[in-house]
Nanobody, 121 residues
Framework: QVQLVESGGGLVQAGGSLRLSCAASGRTSLPYAMGWFRQAPGKEREFVAAISWSGGTSYYSDSVKGRFTISRDNAESTVYLQMNGLKPEDTAVYYC??????????????WGQGTQVTVSE
């Protein structure tokens, strides 16, 4: 089992930045890829970014590419999402996820409880 706890969400003005963190505990020695997803009110959950176990490969949704950066520190069992140039349409609950495959395809082996990000005009 792997437990994931997100933090770092909050309220920010458009154009601002936030850094989300996701702390993993439990069987963190297993080579899981990590990802971030988000769900806005009334919308389906959507993929944001993912990173391989080694950190050498990452990919992003087109909507955040160039603005968000995913990274991980395996020694600290933590994955980060640096969000710059935030837009009101980035408002959502952000979820951390762990998966055996780098290609989540909307699924994950483990999910965090989510952290709210709200971007005002």
């Amino acid at each position: 089992q792997v437990q994931l706890v997100e933090s770092g969400g909050g309220l920010v003005q458009a154009g601002g930045s936030l850094r989300l963190s996701c702390a993993a505990s439990g069987r963190t020695s297993l080579p899981y890829a990590m990802g971030w997803f988000r769900q806005a009110p009334g919308k389906e959950r959507e993929f944001v970014a993912a990173i391989s176990w080694s950190g050498g490969t990452s990919y992003y949704s087109d909507s955040v590419k160039g603005r968000f950066t995913i990274s991980r520190d395996n020694a600290e069992s933590t994955v980060y999402l640096q969000m710059n140039g935030l837009k009101p349409e980035d408002t959502a609950v952000y979820y951390c996820a762990a998966h055996k495959s780098l290609f989540f395809a909307g699924r994950a082996d483990y999910w965090g409880q989510g952290t709210q990000v709200t971007v005002s005009e």
